[in-house]
């Protein structure tokens, strides 16, 4: 796969976080909006989505998610918009960087989820899952990016 295949999949991904985001943001300010999600033994997004471990300085967590999806997304489509075989070193850098601070990310709120709460939500781990696949396409690519590998790209 070439370098835009890996940024059309990384603005996909990036746009489909924004949407579960702000699914579970839009849960915790209006109650009539129904949980799609099923409450089992290990798996009960209603009992993770309303614990103190949802929110961080009372602010929900989805949230902080809605943003850090919109900055990957631009991030993803000013990477999609480069025009040649290299990709400036910042926006590379800012990418890397960026999506390396969701997977720290990812890891806090799995030990929450596990560790604190001893349920998982189904939704919160799409949205980790997707995280993940964003830094794995990030760090796949990284030899397109700098024009290493222009014989793929």
Not at 66 to 83: D, E, K
Not at 91 to 101: F, I, P
């Amino acid at each position: 796969m070439g370098r835009r295949g890996y940024d059309r999949w990384r603005v996909t991904l990036a746009g489909a976080g924004v949407l579960i985001s702000g699914y579970l943001t839009l849960l915790h300010f209006d109650r009539h909006i129904p949980l799609v999600c099923s409450a089992g033994a290990l798996v009960n997004c209603e009992q993770v989505l309303s614990s103190p471990s949802s929110m961080v300085l009372g602010v929900p967590v989805a949230a902080y998610g809605i943003a850090w999806f919109v900055v990957a997304f631009v991030l993803a489509w000013a990477s999609l918009r480069v025009q040649g075989a290299v990709e400036p070193p910042r926006l590379r850098t800012a990418a890397l960087w960026w999506t390396g601070v969701g997977v720290v990310s990812v890891l806090w709120l799995v030990y929450q989820e596990l560790g604190v709460v001893g349920k998982l939500c189904a939704w919160c781990t799409a949205i980790h899952g997707i995280v993940l696949a964003l830094f794995v396409l990030q760090v796949l690519s990284d030899g397109l990016r700098t024009g290493r590998d222009v014989a793929s790209g």
